[in-house]
């Protein structure tokens, strides 16, 4: 899926080490493999030489060996040395700051073009209509959201698309409580709790009554066959629903390219039905049509014995609509990993009707997300709300920061504790693996210090903070500081060039988390680079000479346009998965 030829050029620094074995070995950069290497006593980039040695009939040492005697200095690198069947180079050290800083500063670090011509379509959030938006529906909003950030910033052209719940049996039940116990009132205000308790109300009567499934099964037969109150009804669920998501999305910076619900399907059903019957690929079972697929022991269900139409049936004319439309490079779906076998069922059905891209279609799964040992399902209204969680993120981070902070305008404190809070719940919520459940604990969630999102952001306004007391040009969000006239040659302490190689990882974190849609990558790297610029910075602490603002100007401004640098990978990182970058904190 990857070029790796590309990955070769991910920085100059990695195409400067690939040409080099390139043209002592005479074969193509191309199929070179560059790495950084775990500490920078053995040099900064390592080639391994197995291939080439073994084309040439000799031992990989010793190529090393012979390749680095002859090795000329370049503009980025100093020197290379063997070590073992690798060549490790070292860094010419301003050059290389003035490519990492000028780079950050002035745009970005990451290879801009990676994905130029593949889109890439990415189904996310696609909540269920008229219940609420549970804690639980953070994931896969925010995972879908990262990978959207991710795939752009590489330049991909990327879809969002919201596949609302907006068809299905769920809606003639609550179309049947609405008759019996809706209210009276026509011009009462209705919000999404007055739909969800009504449904719940439903759930749990027809329990006790299960004449009451049968009614909203003949409500949902209405709506199907176009009945128009049935319609005005489900239409209006929908409105409100929609209101009240828009207020979460808006709050937690989400957009979509493309809502479009589950309904709009509907027209191409009888086609898709037909097409399946020619083809010879559906047929009865039990009263139900269905595709017998292999190495499956259920078959995928197109149609129940009550004629309607399910949510598998209409995820194959929503999938044939994505590629007629985008001709994408893949097609990730965002669903919880309960749904991994409708959507094995699912591609699996596409190819056999005979589309070569279903190969390109993936399930993104991801694991359980629980807040205090629950999970919250709608259904018996044990549900935990999105807004709930987040609105009581911002009230514990707002007592934090003015704890920590007392000078901080209540202004700038509301809008930074949104940010925060926010924040700390998305992050808690991208740093677990994707397959792994998430258990979420408050005290961890919002901590200042660990693997907290709130950590970001902080190390994000420490560096905004140092560049605001050092004035001038550097107390701008983004210093553009003449480059040319800095003095590089004053950076190269050791925690300086430990913050520098971790900058030279940023692309290859970046480009990683792609073949298996995993952001909690980045996650991962910031936190290493925040640790690192720490480390750094705290050095002064003990020796004032070490400081960033220390006496010897050339020497300040040098140390400045790094940790403007690091501010702008962090805030870069941050957004890549969908975390403000706070000025102060
Ligand atoms: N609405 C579904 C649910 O809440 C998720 C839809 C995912 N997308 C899809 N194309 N099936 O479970």
């Not at 195409?15 to 074995?21: H, K, P, Q, S, V």
């Not at 709790?193 to 759930?203: E, G, K, Q, T």
């Not at 504790?417 to 919002?446: C, H, M, P, S, Y």
Request: charged share 20%.
């Amino acid at each position: 899926m990857l070029n790796t030829g590309a990955m070769a050029h991910l920085t100059p620094l990695h195409a400067a080490a690939a040409d080099a074995i390139a043209s002592l070995a005479g074969v193509p950069r191309e199929g070179l493999r560059v790495e950084t290497t775990p500490r920078p006593e053995l040099g900064d980039l390592a080639v391994g030489v197995f291939t080439i040695a073994k084309t040439l009939g000799k031992n990989p040492s010793e190529v090393a060996l012979d390749f680095a005697a002859t090795f000329q200095s370049s503009e980025l690198l100093a020197s290379a040395t063997a070590v073992g069947p690798f060549v490790n180079f070292r860094a010419n050290r301003p050059a290389v700051f003035r490519w990492l800083i000028g780079a950050a500063l002035e745009g970005s670090l990451l290879p801009r073009s990676l994905g130029a011509g593949q889109t890439i379509v990415i189904d996310y959030s696609s909540p269920n209509v008229s219940k609420h938006l549970a804690y639980h529906h953070i994931r896969s909003t925010m995972l879908g959201h990262s990978l959207v950030q991710i795939f752009r910033a590489l330049g991909y052209t990327v879809v969002g698309l919201n596949h609302l719940g907006d068809w299905g049996t769920t809606h003639g039940k609550l179309i049947a409580a609405w008759k019996k116990w809706g209210p009276s009132d026509p011009n009462a205000t209705v919000d999404i709790a007055m739909l969800n308790d009504l449904y719940v109300r439903f759930s749990a009567a027809a329990k006790l009554d299960p004449t009451l499934d049968a009614e909203g099964r003949a409500e949902f037969k209405k709506l199907e066959d176009g009945d128009p109150e049935a319609h005005a009804l489900w239409s209006r669920f929908k409105t409100i629903s929609l209101a009240e998501y828009q207020t979460a999305y808006d709050a937690l910076g989400v957009t979509f390219d493309l809502v479009k619900g589950e309904s709009e399907y509907l027209p191409e059903v009888p086609r898709v039905l037909a097409d399946l019957a020619a083809k010879g690929l559906s047929s009865e079972s039990e009263g139900a049509l269905v595709v017998m697929l292999p190495d499956e022991k259920t078959p995928l269900l197109l149609k129940k014995s009550d004629d309607a139409t399910l949510y598998s049936t209409r995820d194959i004319p929503s999938a044939e609509f994505r590629w007629n439309t985008w001709h994408f490079a893949r097609s990730l779906y965002v669903v919880d990993r309960g749904q991994a076998l409708h959507f094995r069922q699912l591609f699996k059905t596409l190819s056999l009707m005979g589309y070569e891209w279903a190969s390109k279609c993936e399930h993104v799964p991801y694991g359980l997300v629980q807040i205090g040992g629950k999970k919250g399902s709608t259904k018996t209204g044990n549900v935990v709300l999105l807004k709930d969680v987040i609105s009581e993120a911002d009230s514990r981070v707002r007592a934090l920061l003015a704890e920590i902070n007392p000078e901080l305008a209540p202004e700038a404190l509301t809008t930074i504790a949104t940010q925060v809070g926010t924040g700390a719940v998305v992050f808690a919520n991208l740093v677990a693996q994707r397959d792994k459940d998430v258990a979420f604990e408050w005290d961890r969630v919002i901590a200042l210090q660990g693997d907290s999102g709130p950590y970001l952001q902080y190390s994000h306004a420490r560096c905004a903070s140092i560049l605001r007391k050092a004035g001038g040009d550097w107390a701008t969000a983004n210093p553009r500081p003449q480059l040319r006239e800095l003095d590089l040659t004053k950076l190269g302490t050791g925690a300086e060039w430990a913050v520098a190689r971790s900058l030279i990882d940023f692309p290859a974190v970046v480009v990683a988390t792609l073949p298996k849609c995993e952001p909690h990558i980045i996650c991962h790297y910031l936190l290493s680079l925040a640790g690192e610029f720490s480390r750094w910075y705290t050095a002064g602490n003990g020796d004032p000479s070490l400081r960033v603002l220390c006496d010897d100007l050339p020497t300040r401004d040098a140390r400045l346009a790094l940790v403007a640098a690091v501010k702008a990978v962090m805030a870069e990182g941050l957004s890549l998965l969908g975390l403000a970058a706070p000025e102060q904190m």
